[in-house]
């Protein structure tokens, strides 16, 4: 099986989306997570519906298969990275962050895309304001119900990732949340390869073989035992090729993208530099 490799727009910020887009086609990328963003396609911008349009013709002239990712630190709230989340304590901004992962489905729908990635938040602290473990799943099951439904009008999946340091952080949250909703057939998953060998207790070839039925999303940089920092390739301790070898052997058909939010500054040149990495590494080089 082919793996088809995607590069995140997240770690192309220094560029207008155009010309991202263009830069990836020319390097051979076959895809794109395109995070929603100021600089990026702008979900609460004016002309939102003329825009996708624009990005979607974009796409289908480069050739470019396209995940929606919602990780961007300050699209809601200038003042709050990530905020506010899916848990946070008063009910309407949660609604924002709702509304904002329906739109995005929305936005996925016209433009073709896979999947839409999401995460839980981080559960706020204690005491006053602090949510115990059952009230911050419910808050996180209620508030993902909307986008549940609107995954299911579009036929677009939701894949939530496994955060470090957020409520869902791991493959067994993943699943503890999948069982309080009641397994809802478009909840799906987005599979950081780099969160696999930062925290769970399986290796990051494990964690692709017990994660395949429900992959919608795969993210890839290279990470340390207990750091939760994205590296590129070579700077980290994962061996790769088992890896992407898991990741075919799963016949994962997403996009396998590359995930490094921190590398912006040399995001032409790390796209370069990654894609030849990957090509090197991947079952169908060898």
């Known amino acids: 099986m082919t793996l088809h490799f995607g590069y995140g727009t997240n770690g192309l910020t220094d560029l207008r989306l155009d010309?991202?887009?263009?830069l990836l086609a020319d390097l051979g990328y076959e895809g794109v997570g395109l995070t929603l963003d100021h600089m990026h396609l702008d979900p609460l911008a004016p002309?939102?519906?003329t825009r996708t349009r624009h990005v979607a013709r974009r796409l289908g002239d480069l050739g470019l298969g396209v995940t929606i990712e919602t990780g961007a630190r300050y699209v809601l709230d200038p003042r709050r990275k990530h905020g506010p989340s899916l848990l946070d304590p008063d009910p309407e901004a949660?609604?924002?962050?709702?509304a904002l992962l329906v739109s995005?489905?929305?936005?996925?729908a016209d433009l073709g895309a896979h999947a839409v990635h999401c995460f839980s938040g981080i559960t706020p602290p204690g005491p006053?304001?602090?949510?115990?473990?059952?009230?911050?799943?419910?808050?996180l099951a209620d508030a993902l119900t909307p986008v549940l439904d609107a995954a299911t009008r579009t036929g677009v999946p939701l894949a939530i990732e496994p955060e470090p340091g957020h409520l869902l952080a791991t493959l067994a949250?993943?699943?503890?949340?999948?069982?309080?909703l009641g397994d809802p057939e478009p909840l799906g998953l987005t599979l950081d390869i780099g969160h696999c060998q930062c925290l769970e207790p399986a290796s990051p070839v494990?964690?692709?073989k017990e994660a395949a039925p429900w992959l919608r999303h795969v993210?890839?940089?290279?990470?340390?035992?207990g750091v939760h920092e994205h590296l590129p390739f070579g700077d980290g301790e994962i061996d790769f090729p088992p890896v992407l070898e898991a990741l075919a052997e799963a016949d994962y058909r997403g996009l396998t993208v590359v995930e490094l939010p921190r590398h912006s500054h040399a995001g032409p040149e790390l796209a370069r530099t990654s894609i030849e990495f990957l090509r090197k590494h991947s079952p169908s080089s060898r």
């Open 19 to 22: 010309d991202a887009l263009g």
């Open 47 to 49: 002309d939102l519906a």
């Open 94 to 98: 949660r609604a924002a962050r709702t």
């Open 104 to 108: 995005a489905v929305d936005i996925a």
């Open 128 to 139: 006053g304001d602090g949510a115990t473990a059952t009230v911050a799943w419910q808050r």
């Open 173 to 180: 949250d993943f699943h503890h949340l999948r069982a309080l």
């Open 206 to 208: 494990d964690c692709v």
């Open 219 to 225: 993210q890839i940089e290279d990470m340390r035992r």
